[in-house]
């Protein structure tokens, strides 16, 4: 069974938009998935891996984070009583604690860890660090240091400065200040779990458009997004052969007009994650169909034989000087190196967390998305013109 090697993220805003404020061009973001056999090599990164005993993939998460913030005392310091709460009995593989309680409030979040019977002499065995999505909590104990909790994951950033930790009885008590305060919490560390009770009040219903030169891997990506999000999937493949009642050809030329006239219908749909059809003659190959797509976050699974996030910026890169329509429209480009179906809801969690950094980075894109739909779909997307917009006058504007 490949193992699943590593998840970063790319901001292509860094190389693509010279000014994204100039020309009102949206962030957007790559994931670099891989499933490969041999471990990455990319020495320019700080690399944490967390080697488990576990039959799921094991990942390597490449962030670039540090360990030198301060050690945080003991404070007096009560409880908050505002918190929601929420226990869990598992967490995801980037943590070494399996029990814990966490909380969320409105400017900062609470994580409860059983010490039980640790034997340690006072508060000053306890060793808390955190940095933007990173924390470990260790404590020392007959001579060696055990880590209670270590992720790189957390849900989201936090301001390190000013993390608050104390001893309630029996517990750890950890406080963190959320560095986006309106971000409500489902989880301390990112997950599947996490992301998909989380995306909604990011989305706001807005649909999902899976593209790429498979397929299959887009059926199968989109189905399980929908599942996750409690949304309706959508097979634009399933669509074209329940209305004509045949199988299609996959290399029809007339396949593009007729996704095309599906995915016009569906541009008005919300709470929707639709796969659209792979290869050379889908709707996603022709400039002036990517006018229904822009109705909802558009996310291209590329395979690629990139090892590292380097070799995936230059190949992104190349498909962009090249004029490919999927790598210059879609807002979010997740790749992913080799294929296994196993290991689809990786897929999909990689693609909701790019989603994640992309609204994150601009809260009104979901509404955009809502108006550009009101408006017609008419391919303005992303500097939408008022009403009355005369798009002859302009040309294609997917061109």
Not at 59 to 72: D, G, H, Q, V, Y
Not at 181 to 204: H, N, R, Y
Not at 230 to 248: A, N, V
Not at 368 to 381: M, N
Request: glycine content about 6%; charged content about 20%.
């Amino acid at each position: 069974m490949p193992k699943l090697s590593s998840i970063s993220s790319i901001w292509l805003s860094k190389y693509r938009y010279k000014d994204m404020a100039a020309t009102g061009a949206v962030p957007r973001v790559i994931t670099l998935f891989a499933l490969s056999q041999k471990p990455m090599k990319i020495p320019q990164f700080s690399i944490q891996t967390l080697s488990l005993s576990t039959s799921k993939p094991i990942f390597t998460s490449l962030t670039n984070f540090s360990l030198s913030c301060p050690r945080f005392k003991s404070y007096n310091v009560s409880p908050c009583s505002t918190y929601y709460r929420l226990s869990c009995n598992s967490i995801s593989a980037f943590t070494t604690n399996s029990n814990y309680e966490f909380f969320d409030g409105s400017s900062e979040v609470e994580l409860r860890l059983p010490l039980g019977s640790q034997d340690f002499q006072s508060s000053r065995d306890i060793f808390v660090d955190a940095d933007g999505t990173f924390l470990i909590v260790r404590i020392q104990r007959s001579g060696s240091l055990a880590t209670l909790i270590e992720t790189n994951h957390l849900f989201e950033k936090v301001k390190p400065a000013e993390t608050i930790w104390f001893i309630d009885d029996d517990q750890l008590v950890i406080n963190l200040k959320k560095q986006d305060p309106d971000l409500k919490w489902p989880d301390i560390v990112e997950s599947w779990e996490s992301l998909t009770a989380g995306a909604m009040q990011l989305l706001k219903g807005t649909s999902i458009y899976i593209v790429g030169s498979s397929t299959e891997i887009n059926q199968k990506v989109a189905r399980e997004l929908a599942v996750g999000l409690g949304y309706t999937p959508l097979d634009t493949q399933e669509l074209l052969e329940t209305f004509l009642k045949q199988k299609i050809d996959s290399c029809s030329d007339c396949l593009a007009e007729a996704e095309g006239a599906i995915l016009e219908s569906l541009s008005s749909h919300v709470r929707a994650v639709v796969s659209t059809l792979g290869g050379k003659h889908g709707a996603a190959k022709k400039a002036d169909k990517w006018r229904h797509l822009y109705a909802g976050f558009t996310v291209l699974l590329s395979q690629t034989e990139a090892v590292d996030e380097d070799l995936a910026k230059e190949e992104t890169r190349r498909y962009i000087q090249d004029g490919s329509l999927a790598y210059m429209n879609a807002d979010v480009i997740v790749k992913v190196q080799g294929w296994d179906a196993d290991h689809v809801k990786s897929v999909a969690q990689a693609s909701l967390s790019a989603l994640k950094q992309l609204i994150l980075s601009d809260k009104k894109l979901p509404g955009k998305k809502s108006l550009y739909i009101r408006l017609g779909c008419r391919g303005d997307w992303p500097n939408i013109k008022p009403p009355g917009w005369d798009t002859s006058a302009q040309g294609d504007a997917t061109s």
